[in-house]
């Protein structure tokens, strides 16, 4: 099967727009950011549990896909970065399919990553603010020890000295992720995990809010009302 095919075949699978008008999440995207080891993946589930409707667009799932399709380690072996960075470039293409099918259809969407390149989800949620989006951000927030040592635990383990600088990375970018979202930026400290559920059920309630307003912006409206025709003549 060739690369691009099975690029293809993954974002059909991952991702649908045939909800068009009537998805309850229509025209939100929420960020969740959070480094190697914050705990990020446990907090999307138990997000998606609530907001089972939104399409999660993360190139982590397709990286690890790709990886065992190749014989790679997810161990991040030195001797295998040359054919690792080859897949984490088409994961990335996976990533950016799923994303454009998403907006295409306006449909609700979590955007997962690290959030450490700060310009980068900047420029996306740019374009989806121009489409009509309402954008929130939820940052999982965590103290270094606690994020190493989690890394040291995960399946697919990034090198120590790594998992640090991504933690340095995004922990430089909280003031500026709150700044581009302002009241819809929500920040849920994992670094004791005692009390982590408590403190996700109150960040889901303020969330609950956001999503279940309807669009508002001219530009959805606009989209919605050019949608409805189709909709109703089928």
Do not use: H
């Amino acid at each position: 099967m060739r690369a691009t095919d099975f690029i293809n075949i993954y974002c059909e699978q991952d991702v649908s727009v045939d909800e068009g008008v009537n998805d309850p999440y229509i025209f939100k995207a929420v960020f969740l950011a959070g480094g190697p080891g914050s705990g990020k993946s446990f907090i999307n589930r138990e997000l998606m549990t609530q907001f089972g409707g939104m399409k999660t667009i993360n190139s982590d799932n397709a990286f690890e896909a790709l990886m065992k399709k190749a014989n790679l380690s997810l161990k991040m072996p030195s001797d295998e970065e040359a054919p690792r960075d080859e897949v984490r470039g088409r994961a990335k293409e996976i990533f950016n399919k799923q994303s454009e099918l998403a907006r295409d259809g306006r449909l609700g969407m979590i955007i997962d990553g690290t959030g450490a390149k700060f310009d980068q989800i900047s420029q996306l949620n740019v374009r989806l603010l121009a489409l009509g989006y309402e954008t929130a951000m939820v940052f999982v927030n965590t103290d270094v020890e606690s994020a190493l040592a989690r890394n040291a635990k995960r399946d697919r383990t990034v090198p120590p000295e790594i998992a640090k600088q991504s933690w340095l990375n995004v922990q430089k970018n909280i003031g500026r992720f709150q700044q581009v979202f302002n009241q819809n930026m929500f920040i849920i400290d994992n670094s004791d995990d005692s009390d982590v559920k408590q403190r996700i059920q109150e960040v889901e309630k303020t969330m609950r809010k956001f999503l279940s307003s309807p669009p508002r912006r001219k530009q959805a409206l606009d989209w919605i009302q050019s949608q409805r025709p189709q909709d109703e003549a089928r």
